[in-house]
């Protein structure tokens, strides 16, 4: 699929999202009451490695090779004031959660050692798509004695503000998307404007119908929590390639030739697979057609993205991204 990006913009969806953080700092005696004064420091980050995350999420949605630095391990490296760096480990997997406009991503890391130091700067280290990306970096000064513990938490919100003609919704967890209950299909995938954009989706079904999160939002655009909070932590592997997805700057956009009434997309599907699922639905005729294997139904899972466009006629339909720091 070959695309006009002159005409492209003009159909687009659009979406803005500022990325902010701040690192906060722990310190409390080892093995004393609760009730003994902890000392909590915390510091506004600088984000450095947004461009690295949005080439990542290329790779695992559209099979893109990955351009960007890279580090040895996820964590949050400390750089003492004698110079010596230590990389502490996440003690859990990265906390996503959510407000009403935004996505939140917190990273946890802790030193219980007898080590005595005073850092003086830190990096966020995350990983998507098997790699390690640093992402960002603070200056928070915080002294450990060796009968304390140090707990550092790395938070960083992506606040949205969706344009009047989609919505951001918030999930908590992963949800299911597209359409489910069909019954099965055969052939190639007929409902699409142009026939170059039938051949983007090989695995055509039958008497489908909306399921998931798109059933409850059915006759609207949206994105989820889950597209962004995926983009800074993930575990996916590298996608197949397609040309449902670029990103120019720090601007992403997902998008498809225009098919029928609903175009979706997600990091997965029902098989399990995890790295770029995309399927166009038409209620009308109850077809669905998938970019993945039709011995499965179309359902992407977790879903990023719905497009519902009842009146488009020809041309490109998706999302327009803008990340700002």
Request: net charge neutral; proline share 4%; hydrophobic share 30%.
């Amino acid at each position: 699929m070959e695309c006009n990006k002159l005409g492209l913009e003009k159909r687009l969806l659009k979406v803005k999202a500022k990325v902010t953080g701040f690192l906060i700092a722990k310190i409390e005696k080892r093995n004393a009451p609760e009730q003994v004064i902890v000392t909590i420091k915390n510091k506004k980050n600088t984000i450095t490695g947004l461009q690295y995350l949005l080439n990542a999420f290329q790779t695992y949605m559209s099979g893109v090779t990955y351009v960007g630095a890279t580090a040895t391990s996820p964590g949050i490296i400390i750089t003492t004031s004698s110079g010596q760096q230590i990389t502490l480990s996440f003690v859990n997997t990265p906390a996503p959660s959510t407000t009403s406009d935004s996505a939140i991503v917190s990273f946890t890391v802790r030193d219980d050692s007898a080590s005595s130091y005073t850092a003086s700067s830190e990096q966020l280290i995350t990983t998507s798509v098997g790699h390690n990306i640093p992402i960002a970096t603070a200056n928070l000064s915080v002294t450990k004695n060796s009968d304390e513990i140090l707990t550092m938490t790395w938070v960083i919100t992506i606040s949205i503000s969706p344009s009047s003609n989609i919505t951001y919704i918030p999930t908590l967890a992963p949800q299911y998307g597209a359409a489910g209950f069909c019954g099965g299909g055969s052939g190639a995938c007929g409902i699409c404007v142009t026939s170059s954009a039938n051949s983007e989706y090989p695995n055509p079904n039958s008497s489908c119908s909306l399921y998931g999160l798109s059933s409850q939002y059915s006759n609207s655009s949206y994105v989820t929590t889950q597209l962004f909070t995926d983009i800074f932590y993930n575990t996916y592997s590298t996608g197949t390639s397609n040309s449902f997805t670029y990103v120019s700057g720090t601007t992403l956009v997902i998008y498809t030739e225009y098919c029928s009434t609903y175009f979706f997309a997600g990091a997965g599907n029902d098989t399990g697979s995890r790295g770029g699922s995309f399927v166009v639905f038409d209620p009308s005729s109850k077809t669905a057609c998938a970019s993945f294997s039709s011995s499965y139904a179309p359902v992407v899972y977790p879903i990023y993205v719905q497009i519902y466009s009842p009146s488009q006629t020809s041309s490109y339909v998706g999302v327009q991204i803008e990340f700002t720091t």
